[in-house]
Nanobody, 115 residues
Framework: QVQLVESGGGLVQSGGSLTLSCAAS????????VGWDRQAPGQRREMVAH???????NYADSVKGRFTISADSAANMIYLQMNNLKPDDTAVYYC?????????WGRGTQVTVSS
């Protein structure tokens, strides 16, 4: 089991920035894959950014060049720096850790971008 707790969401104007944080209850080191997904109202949950520590991240095309995922393996923390936010980025953002046996998500944090 992995417990994940997100923080850092909020209301921001278009063009603004936010940094999301996620605290994991156990190691996030490889071979685990860590990342962020999001779900907008009426939409399916989608991948935002995922990576295995020590490897290059994968980003959704819609966030490339604006979002940066990082992690601190010593602290079991995962971050998502979001710049130049757009109204289309409005969603609940979920931290995720995929172990070889199962995938886990946190409860999510709301990000709202006003135009």
């Amino acid at each position: 089991q992995v417990q994940l707790v997100e923080s850092g969401g909020g209301l921001v104007q278009s063009g603004g920035s936010l940094t999301l944080s996620c605290a994991a209850s156990r190691s996030i080191d490889s071979p685990n894959i860590v990342g962020w997904d999001r779900q907008a109202p009426g939409q399916r949950r989608e991948m935002v950014a995922h990576f295995r520590l020590g490897e290059l991240p994968n980003y959704a095309d819609s966030v490339k060049g604006r979002f940066t995922i990082s992690a601190d393996s010593a602290a079991n923390m995962i971050y998502l720096q979001m710049n130049n936010l757009k109204p289309d980025d409005t969603a609940v953002y979920y931290c995720t850790v995929a172990t070889p046996g199962a995938e886990y998500w946190g409860r999510g944090t709301q990000v709202t971008v006003s135009s």
